[in-house]
């Protein structure tokens, strides 16, 4: 229950949500995944307190694999390589 009321905190929220929302535009860019975004934002998030940093990175990185699949579907271009039976599958 501890764990919840850490993660349910409006601060931990708008972190994840940001982190999504720049995971998901890092993801629709072809040939940048899910490290790479991660990697971007990471000398933001040493200032941040340690529970807000990961909730934020997990954020980055579901949205990079979302927004990844989403250029495979609708232009059939992978944007890495989790992404190519998508890109087959999915067009």
Do not use: H, Q
């Not at 940001?18 to 200032?47: D, E, I, Q, S």
């Not at 954020?59 to 087959?88: D, K, Q």
């Amino acid at each position: 229950m501890d764990g919840f009321a850490v993660a349910f905190t409006g601060r931990n929220l708008l972190l994840c949500f940001v982190g999504c929302l720049w995971g998901t535009a890092v993801g629709v860019l072809p040939g940048l995944g899910p490290l790479a975004g991660m990697a971007l934002l990471l000398p933001l998030t040493f200032k941040l307190d340690p529970a807000g940093a990961v909730i934020m990175l997990a954020g980055i990185f579901n949205g990079a694999m979302y927004g990844g699949s989403t250029t495979s579907i609708l232009m059939r271009i992978p944007g890495e390589a989790a992404s190519v039976v998508t890109c087959i599958d999915g067009y």
